[in-house]
């Protein structure tokens, strides 16, 4: 139980610190960034909605706000899935693109500075096999 209480606690503690510090850096929410980093490593830079929030720790309505932020900001657009009429397209836009690479490193800073300043390269590399088994 206390390794369990202990990770629950420090991944609290280190994604709110690295929201804080993002919002604060970029205006952009860590699930707003998120949705841009996803977009930005496809071939085309557009992604089903659906497939965006399956990718990540968000729902699908969670997925469909940042979405619709982002949106509104001019950092992406959205396209009607003409396959099936039904879905729809996030697409990463030029200005998007260019507000990821913006914020990018500064969000690298601060995951630097809350989490992997704090371990040996071998922790980081033991840390990262230990992950590996709890997401299967």
């Keep these: 139980m206390s ?3 202990g990770f629950v606690t420090a991944q609290g503690k280190v994604f709110r610190r690295v929201e804080d510090g993002l919002k604060l850096r970029s205006g952009l929410s860590h699930p707003e960034y998120e949705v841009l980093v996803r977009l930005a490593d496809t071939p085309d830079r557009r992604a089903r909605i659906q497939e965006l929030a399956a990718a990540s720790l968000l729902s699908r309505s969670g997925t469909s706000r940042a979405v619709d932020r ?3 900001a001019g950092h992406l657009s959205r396209e009607g899935a003409e396959e099936d ?3 729809a397209y996030a697409v990463l836009t030029d200005s998007g ?3 990821l690479l ?3 490193e500064g969000h690298l800073a601060l995951v630097r500075e809350v989490f992997s300043n704090r371990f040996s390269a071998a922790e980081l590399s033991q840390l990262a096999e230990f992950l590996r088994r709890l997401r299967g």
């Design 97 to 99: 693109l260019a507000h």
């Design 70 to 72: 982002l949106v509104k």
């Design 85 to 87: 009429g039904r879905g």
């Design 102 to 104: 913006s914020a990018r």
């Design 3 to 5: 390794a369990w209480l």
